[in-house]
């Protein structure tokens, strides 16, 4: 083991690579995933960045992933990093701020609301979204990929969890979380920027959208034929206010809409970027889209045997993950590699460091499909693999996430035919807060294909 708990002597990590002023802050901004996985081959799992003012420890590669999954309830916190954000939406706590036995029992909460099943059981209804979807993008013309599939997620995620999409408000919720996430968790940018009236108009906006939503569940609106969703199980969750206090509904019922959209649309932007810049697995994916769909509505175990688009997902995964690091707190010492880390350390997790290494994922820089093929099983070595995080606050929309995405991206290639625009476009990632590609990636939907 390359760790133990309690205080010790030893030295504090070595600092990484950056300058006397503003440290690694220009690494950082600008590909923090490359940034962690070069110190990490330097100096090993554990280094210390500074960025102007915010300094981290960072624990990277399979080592952080194997600590995260066992250490971390006895030596890292959630709560500093994200309770500013609880705040910020008027909560008292919410599942990712908080840790121990109170995590446990809102996941337990949570968990039907977010799982795999609330997918699987409404696949017609994501595909009327989809098809809705394309109805309205006029054939022959491009659109900004992120913003696009951004809208389109958070449809499909509104409509199943919550039982509306989020409409007019999608803009809101966008500005909002977008300005939320970058000055409370990445701290990517001033935290005045939230004094701004379009952060704040955005942020009452997003908040009386999950108002709406809870009122239409509270007024019987719901249908009662769906099994009950995330919405119901919450509120009914007051009658236990150590729980779920009143003043929490709406920070907890805005989740089906914030889930999503620098997630899997992030995801499924990077998607589209590698298959529309593959042709020959574009052809292959559309082909199995094709048998997929040949008999109408296909049953979720049809969905489970598309092969190479199941692939496709996987190295999609590894090569863009939308969190390269998840962030938490010391709250208690420990000893990491040979080095300190003490009580109040901001830490970063690089759990997604393990994916380009060479020695886990031979040639890292090449797209692959092949390393999911037995007897290689990339993705089974562990700490190699962890585009959803690992331990305690793994995703708990991961089963739900990948369904989605296979679904959409089968649809989307089974009912139209589209092209990158520019057609030669070279990937350029931005994050902001996490990796996408950048605004000058547009899809062209160049024809309708099936309906
Ligand atoms: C490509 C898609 C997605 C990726 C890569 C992803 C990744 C992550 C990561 C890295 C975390 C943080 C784990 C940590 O702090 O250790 C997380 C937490 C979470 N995710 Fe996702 N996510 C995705 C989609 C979704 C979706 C679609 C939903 C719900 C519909 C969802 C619900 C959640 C929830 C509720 C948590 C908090 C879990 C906890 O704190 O216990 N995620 N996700």
């Given amino acids: 083991m390359i760790w133990k708990s309690g205080p010790t002597d030893a030295p504090l990590p070595p600092l990484a690579d950056g300058s006397f002023l503003v440290g690694s802050m220009q690494a950082m901004l600008s590909d923090p995933t490359d940034f962690m996985v070069k110190q990490y081959q330097k100096f090993g799992p554990i280094f210390r960045i500074k960025a102007l003012n915010n300094k981290f420890t960072v624990i990277a590669g399979p080592e952080a992933c194997l600590f995260l999954a066992r250490e971390a309830s006895k030596h890292l916190s959630s709560w500093d990093t994200w309770h500013s954000l609880d705040a910020e939406m008027g909560a008292s706590q919410s599942l990712i701020s908080v840790d121990g036995e109170q995590h446990s029992r809102l996941r ?7 799982s795999r099943q609330t997918i699987e059981t409404q696949f017609p209804a994501v595909l009327n979204v989809i098809n809705g979807f394309l109805d309205q993008w006029p054939v022959g013309t491009s659109q900004v990929t992120v913003p696009q599939l951004q809208r389109l997620i958070t449809d499909e995620l509104g409509m199943l969890i919550a039982g509306q999409g989020p409409g007019e408000y999608i803009d809101d919720v966008r500005t909002f979380v977008r300005i939320a996430l970058m000055t409370h968790i990445t701290r990517q940018r001033p935290g005045f920027l939230r004094l701004l009236p379009q952060y704040r108009r955005a942020r009452d906006r997003s908040l009386e959208l999950s108002q709406k939503v809870l009122d239409a569940h509270r007024n019987g609106k719901r249908d009662p034929n769906r099994p009950p969703s995330l919405i119901d199980d919450i509120i009914a969750a007051t009658n236990d206010p150590t729980l779920m206090p009143e003043g929490d509904l709406v920070m907890t019922a805005l989740g089906p809409y914030i889930a999503g959209l620098d997630t899997v649309a992030n995801t499924m932007s990077f998607l589209m970027y590698v298959l529309t810049t593959k042709p020959e697995l574009y052809k292959q994916v559309e082909a199995e889209a094709d048998a997929l769909f040949a008999n109408g509505v296909p049953e979720p175990a049809d969905l489970r045997k598309m092969d190479v688009l199941h692939r496709v997902v996987l190295e999609n995964f590894r090569m863009y993950p939308i969190a390269p690091a998840v962030p938490r707190t010391v709250k208690a010492p420990f000893e990491f590699g040979g080095y300190r880390v003490d009580p109040g350390t901001r830490m970063l997790v690089a759990t997604t460091v393990g994916h380009f290494l060479p020695e886990l994922h031979p040639e890292p820089e ?24 690992t331990g305690s606050h793994t995703c708990l929309g991961a089963g739900l996430a990948e369904v989605q995405i296979m679904l959409t991206t089968a649809a989307l290639l ?6 990158a625009d520019p057609i030669d476009y070279k990937l350029k990632k931005v994050f902001a807060p996490t990796p996408a590609p950048d605004n000058s990636f547009k899809l062209r939907f160049v024809k309708r294909r099936n309906h």
């Fill in 414 to 419: 089974h009912y139209a035919k589209f092209e």
């Fill in 366 to 389: 090449k797209f692959d499909i092949d390393r999911y093929l037995a007897p290689r099983n990339e993705h089974r070595i562990p700490g190699a693999f962890a585009p959803f995080s």
């Fill in 108 to 114: 337990a909460l949570e968990k039907r609301g977010y």
